[in-house]
């Protein structure tokens, strides 16, 4: 089969930045998996994505101008509805067989073969290769029906009549294999070569495209685009650290700015500018903050880590002279600067006390009131957890803290930039006199925000960040709304996750059920239901994956979490305890024998007692694991009470022996009641001691 590259381009109007990468990408493996299913090209192709702002593009390596012949067998139906008595085709199978193509005279051809418990009749037939026009036109149609799309644009065609629906409006399609136009048809477009490059800078318009090879290099001498998102972005990223760089400082880093300006423009150009210093007297995150969500501006830090006044545009055109274009962003971006420093002026003439009254009348949940009882609820939680941690000092802290917290909800800055609430609350509070314990845990409550956020600072803002989580779970929970497959509007799982770092990576002393119980009664009878259960099993879920994947194998993970610790900082130590335990060349066998004393245990009729009469041990196997119980139980017993896991577990290795001479030499269900009842006193004796820190019968499977 011979083969060549096939290029297909969708020019179209500017695309929407935050989708192209995604657009682009869908685009391509929607056009080379159509073909690859026509078989004009391998199951897996090779193919490479173009994007730019004005364009979707597809490269794909070794297609063929026509696929291969083939024969295709087709399953019709059992034979006993296709035959009749006689062997005469049934009127099903007659029909069957004209929606094929064929008619009754085939039947007599037709293969048997037993499928599952009967016979099936098979059709054969051979099916001519498609060309690459009739499996590009179907590829092309699919992938263009399935992309991605934010959100679709109608808009009518040349003819004035006939609309079409795409994410922007279609002005051009190419569609060469190799050298050749491959006549294909799709948004009202019919493929070409000819395409268009930079709107003010291209040195051809249009550029006719000689070869399917040659279209990223036509593209970026003749039509000064940089095609390949990935380039362009590469191309961008040297620009920035070059320009930055002779400045003496660093672009900030952000890499959803990053992809966003580089579906803005088709060759970047970069330039340093500057704005006024008295700006700077505003807190960075707000200045920051406005030049990349509203000029996608890349401001410029010192090696501190401190906003200087200068930071990089990219602009999508290179003058002689950029001084024009340098002069407008700076007058762009001064009024934007202004707003920020009067928000923040303006805010700063309340204190953050003096809003707490307006959080009434602000709804947070129709279901769960507004946000002032919501910070009440808050503010019981972190006390709470506030006097477990330091006492009646850091729960009056934690108290006020959290009556701030929200404040700043209120503010004129958040109002427009809800992505500083927090941030904002922490700088009015320092300015209103507050303390920096009681700033930072308002700025930091809402951390962790995402996975490998930092933590917060202190142990108020620990208290409060694990109160405001809390407070969200139980009450969410408490009305029903609970995550389903992968819908979290509310983000819930992550909220677990933040509450489980804290109390590990911070070794907080906290009981798990209790944090969960003093949530949901922080609200008023009859608000919420209880569901402490289901909200302990949800953290406990969470938790379970997190620990998987810091390593933990599935069996050392359930070993732990099968007992529910109640304190979450010590299940690493138990981990890392049941792995140590797992490398002893008697872990296997201990973990299989503790199997087996479950389910006896489980058998037993009624409850059974951890007990032992030493009066009725009869039998040596019975005698020797009591008296080994008795040496190695307050030995583990009291490794774990002094939270030495390890040793715990290390000491049982000493039962192994006993262990396998009870089970060896002894009937655990006896004739005798009182002795079947004391031997299995003795396996629940035996039972609780190898399982304070895991259940070590996980470790058998």
């Known amino acids: 089969m011979t083969t060549k590259n096939l290029l297909v381009e969708l020019f179209v109007e500017e695309l929407p930045p935050k989708a ?357 609820r808050v503010r019981a939680i972190a006390r709470e957890i506030a006097q477990q941690l330091g006492g009646a000092a850091a729960a009056e802290q934690a108290d006020r803290a959290a009556m701030l917290a929200k404040a700043d909800l209120l503010t004129d800055m958040v109002g427009e930039f809800p992505e500083l609430q927090g941030t904002m609350g922490g700088y009015y509070a320092r300015h209103d006199g507050e303390t920096d314990e009681i700033a930072f845990a308002i700025e930091d409550h809402y951390k962790p925000r995402f996975a490998g956020d930092v933590l917060p600072r202190g142990s108020t803002g620990v208290a409060l960040a694990l109160a405001d989580k809390l407070e969200t779970l139980a009450g969410l929970f408490g009305i029903g709304q609970v995550p389903t497959g992968d819908k979290d509007p509310f983000a819930l799982r992550r909220h677990a996750l933040g509450v489980i770092r804290m109390l590990m990576e911070r070794g907080l002393p906290l009981f798990l059920p209790r944090l969960v119980h003093i949530a949901f009664t922080a609200f008023p009878a009859g608000l919420v239901s209880d569901h402490e259960g289901e909200l302990r099993g949800f953290i406990y879920d969470r938790l379970a994956g997190a620990l998987r994947e810091l390593g933990y194998s599935a069996a050392e993970v359930d070993a732990v979490l099968t007992l529910t610790p109640a304190r979450l900082d010590q299940v690493v130590p138990r981990l890392d305890a049941v792995r140590a335990f797992a490398a002893l060349p008697e872990a296997f066998a201990l973990a299989s024998a503790n199997k087996r004393v479950a389910n006896i245990l489980k058998k037993a009729d009624g409850d059974v007692v951890a007990q032992v009469d030493g009066t009725l041990l009869f039998e040596s196997g019975e005698q020797a694991l009591a008296a080994a119980l008795a040496v190695v139980a307050p030995q583990a017993e009291a490794a774990f009470d002094g939270l030495d896991y390890a040793g715990s577990l290390l000491v049982l290795a000493a039962l192994k022996a006993p262990v396998d001479a009870f089970f060896d030499t002894v009937m655990v269900n006896a004739d005798d009641p009182k002795l079947r009842a004391n031997r299995l006193g003795l396996l629940a004796t035996l039972h609780a001691a190898m399982n304070r820190v895991a259940d070590l019968s996980k470790l058998a499977t």
């Not at 493929?191 to 291209?202: D, M, P, S, V």
């Not at 700015?257 to 500057?274: F, H, I, Q, Y």
Request: with cysteine; proline share 5%.
């Open 20 to 376: 192209l990468k995604m657009l682009g990408d869908a685009f391509a493996e929607g056009v080379s998996s159509g073909l690859a299913r026509q078989r004009l090209m391998p199951a897996s192709p090779e193919w490479t994505a173009y994007a730019s702002p004005r364009r979707l593009t597809v490269h794909v390596s070794n297609v063929a101008a026509r696929a291969d012949d083939r024969i295709e067998r087709v399953k019709l139906m059992p034979v006993a509805v296709g035959l009749a008595a006689d062997g005469q085709p049934t009127p099903a199978l007659v029909k069957k067989l004209a929606t094929l193509g064929a008619d009754a005279s085939a039947a007599g051809s037709l293969q048997r073969q037993v499928d599952g418990k009967a016979e099936a009749l098979y059709f054969e037939r051979a099916v001519k290769g498609a060309s690459l026009a009739e499996a590009l036109q179907l590829a092309l149609d699919e992938a263009i029906a399935n992309l991605p799309i934010p959100k679709v644009m109608q808009y009518q065609l040349a003819d004035g009549w006939t609309s079409v629906k795409f994410v922007r409006p279609a002005h051009g399609l190419v569609a060469l294999h190799g050298a050749e136009v491959v006549p294909v048809r799709a948004l009202g477009l019919d493929a070409g070569r000819r395409t268009h490059g930079h709107r003010f800078e291209a040195k051809v318009d249009p550029i006719v495209l000689q070869h399917a090879d040659d279209y990223a290099q036509q593209l970026e001498e003749q039509g000064a685009v940089i095609a390949g998102f990935a380039e362009r972005r590469a191309e961008l990223v040297r620009q920035l650290n070059a320009a930055a760089a002779g400045s003496g400082l660093t672009a900030i880093d952000d890499a959803a700015l990053l992809d966003e300006v580089t579906a803005l423009v088709e060759r970047p150009n970069v330039l340093v500018c500057r704005f006024d210093e008295q700006f700077l007297e505003v807190p960075q995150e707000c200045l920051i903050l406005t030049m990349k969500v509203n000029q996608k501006y890349f401001p410029l830090l010192d090696a501190g880590g401190r906003l200087t006044n200068r930071f990089l545009v990219v602009s999508n055109i290179r003058p002689d002279d950029a001084s024009r274009v340098i002069e407008g962003n700076e007058r762009v971006v001064r009024p934007r600067l202004a707003d920020a420093k009067f928000f923040f002026d303006q805010d700063r003439r309340k204190t953050l006390a003096s809003r707490v009254p307006g959080l009434d009348k602000v709804v947070y949940h129709g279901k769960l009131g507004t946000l002032g009882e919501r910070m009440q």
